[in-house]
């Protein structure tokens, strides 16, 4: 390649660096980025506060508990940040010394490494030598005590340590101060979830005790989805002042309202915003218009993009099972599989990975926690088949993201194991 077309290549790659941009802000887009407002969610805050009251009022007499439930995209993560941080600033005018811990129980995936992020997270040094979950819930409140402060916890995805964790974790946490045997109570909680569901198979004390405050957060409307992308772009500054027009909102808004047709998912309507903005700066345009969000939905899966975030609380026979289902419908081209032929597929895919099969009883099993958790969908058969079976298939359309998705987490999972036994 002779040096003018490097230059030429150079100037391109420079230009593209250089040249301007739709986006001002562009990190208020992620996904983990908490707003200064909360459009469509006062309702659930202001019960919140309600729940949380008798902290102020009458602190350490009880252990709050409040559960938030709601389908990916419905805000629950960050109002619970958000709501954790006004907690604190209320505590100090009030001479009331809060501090707040939030846990990703898919990171940290046992009580035990849920309970060292704690203890992190409120500057509590943990000894070196192995401590049981227990004893480190106990120095967790000694730690409290002494120093006269209160911690809000948030188990985010609790799903996951509901469906993985020992029966005895789940019931330390729901039992703490049965456990601690403490009359000043410095420990409260809020655990996320997405469905009910998942606490069908625990002890009813376990659950009584959880259950305290259910708050649900429904899917949002296209009206809250507009109020949600207006805050990120004028507010938030996300965007270039005059870079993006109103209509391109209300458009993304009203693709995505659970009112106009859509999931409700602000998290799909937020990222089919931003990659809108970044068709429009690889295009050169100076102005994000309604042909760049059509583009970006065209180019969203909005199915994949919920799934990711519930494959990932899955363990590896879930996992392998939901491989299978692909497999089949892709080779079939059925629409609804027989159970028995999924769990042959399966078998044949974790022989062909040298992991040891699951008997049929866990299969089961397995395939009734992924339809609690929405991921499957199943059905009796009717006419035309010999017997009666139970036919599933994936709740979602089958794409090539998903299945990406789903061998990436496979890999991964399996990777993780081994380096375990390392």
Do not use: W
Not at 282 to 307: C, F, R
């Amino acid at each position: 390649m002779d040096n003018s077309r490097n230059n030429d290549l150079r100037d391109l790659i420079k230009d593209s660096i250089e040249g301007a941009s739709a986006f001002n802000m562009r990190d208020t887009l992620t996904q983990d980025y908490v707003p200064k407002k909360l459009p469509g969610r006062e309702k659930q805050l202001r019960e919140m506060a309600i729940d949380f009251r008798d902290l102020f009022i009458y602190p350490g007499s009880v252990s709050v508990r409040v559960v938030l439930t709601g389908k990916t995209g419905t805000g629950k993560t960050v109002i619970a940040r958000k709501f954790g941080e006004y907690l604190v600033e209320i505590g100090k005018e009030k001479n009331l010394r809060i501090v707040y811990a939030h846990i990703n129980c898919y990171k940290q995936r046992t009580l035990y490494l849920a309970l060292t992020e704690v203890a992190r997270q409120i500057n509590l040094s943990v000894p070196n030598r192995g401590l049981s979950a227990q004893e480190l819930f106990k120095n967790i409140h000694d730690y409290l005590e002494k120093k006269k402060m209160f911690v809000i916890i948030v188990f985010d995805e609790f799903d996951y340590l509901i469906n993985t964790a020992p029966i005895e974790d789940i019931y330390l946490l729901a039992r703490t101060y049965d456990e601690l045997g403490t009359t000043t109570k410095r420990i409260n909680y809020i655990f996320i979830i997405r469905d009910l569901s998942t606490l069908v198979g625990l002890d009813s004390s376990i659950k009584e005790s959880i259950i305290k405050n259910v708050i649900d957060f429904p899917p949002y409307t296209s009206t809250q989805l507009y109020e949600i992308l207006k805050e990120r772009v004028i507010e938030e500054k996300s965007f270039r002042e005059g870079a993006i027009n109103d209509n391109v909102l209300t458009f993304i808004a009203h693709i995505n309202g659970i009112d106009t047709g859509g999931s409700g998912n602000a998290r799909v309507a937020i990222e089919t915003l931003e990659l809108a903005g970044k068709i429009a700066d690889s295009e050169g345009a100076p102005v994000v218009t309604i042909d760049y969000a059509k583009k970006a939905i065209n180019q969203i899966n909005p199915e994949a993009i919920m799934l990711s975030d519930i494959i990932k609380e899955l363990d590896l026979h879930q996992l392998l099972i939901l491989k299978s289902i692909i497999n089949l419908k892709k080779r079939e081209k059925m629409d609804m599989l027989p159970t028995g032929l999924v769990e042959e597929e399966y078998k044949k895919i974790a022989t062909n990975m040298n992991i040891k099969p699951r008997r049929h009883t866990q299969v089961f099993e397995y395939i009734r926690r992924l339809k609690t958790m929405g991921i499957i969908i199943t059905r009796q058969s009717g006419r035309g088949m010999r017997g009666r079976t139970t036919l599933i298939s994936l709740s979602a359309p089958i794409s090539n993201d998903i299945d990406i998705i789903i061998t990436k987490e496979i890999e991964e999972k399996i990777n993780n194991e081994i380096e375990e036994e390392i």
